[in-house]
Nanobody, 115 residues
Framework: VQLVESGGGLVQAGGSLRLSCAASGFAFGDYTIGWFRQAPGKEREGVSSISTTDGSKYYADSVKGRFRVSSDNAKNMVYLQMNSLKPEDTDVYYC?????????WGQGTQVTVSS
């Protein structure tokens, strides 16, 4: 099982980034795929997720209206479009996949938003 994130980087406040998650090694269409973020010493926060089964989406209140999650089931890819970024969005962003009691996550990608 692999979840590989890409697309992080340094951006100024108000800017945009698009994170990508490439998934392999499991039945992509049976999982909820999402993103959480966590920095050292901080609590983990679930940011957004999408069900690859029915397309239902979740957004944390802190990112509603600014972030958009999407998936390409044919390519086993999930994306997180992040707009109007704020310094408080600075974190390591991890892609995860879960179905029932099974869960996987990637190595994370750093997002840094400068003020």
């Amino acid at each position: 099982v692999q979840l590989v994130e890409s697309g992080g980087g340094l951006v100024q406040a108000g800017g945009s980034l698009r994170l990508s998650c490439a998934a392999s090694g499991f039945a992509f269409g049976d999982y909820t795929i999402g993103w959480f973020r966590q920095a050292p010493g901080k609590e983990r926060e679930g940011v957004s997720s999408i069900s690859t089964t029915d397309g239902s989406k979740y957004y944390a209140d802190s990112v509603k209206g600014r972030f958009r999650v999407s998936s390409d089931n044919a390519k086993n890819m999930v994306y997180l479009q992040m707009n109007s970024l704020k310094p408080e969005d600075t974190d390591v962003y991890y892609c995860y996949a879960e179905a029932g009691h099974q869960g996987y996550w990637g190595q994370g990608t750093q997002v840094t938003v400068s003020s």
